[in-house]
């Protein structure tokens, strides 16, 4: 279940980061960038505010995601 649970806030988190950063990305990469998002995202939140609930969760795998497209653009040039 919690597979499902980070694909599906994954997928929201991509969504909302390729948007803020606007970027065009297919569907797989946006599912991508933000389950590697709410990874390092989860990962920040953790260590920065302890346990946020469902919100806290894709807020931080928002940002966490937003930081993997700015690193993926700085190493893409």
Do not use: N, S
Not at 8 to 24: N, Y
Not at 25 to 45: F, Q
């Amino acid at each position: 279940m919690a597979v499902v649970w980070l694909v599906i806030v994954g997928a929201a988190a991509g969504f909302l980061a390729t948007r803020f950063m606007k970027i065009e990305t297919d569907v797989i990469t946006t599912v991508v960038i933000g389950i590697a998002g709410a990874l390092v995202g989860g990962v920040m939140l953790q260590v920065a505010a302890g346990e946020l609930g469902m919100l806290g969760g894709l807020v931080g795998a928002v940002l966490g995601a937003m930081v993997v497209i700015w690193l993926w653009q700085k190493i893409r040039k």
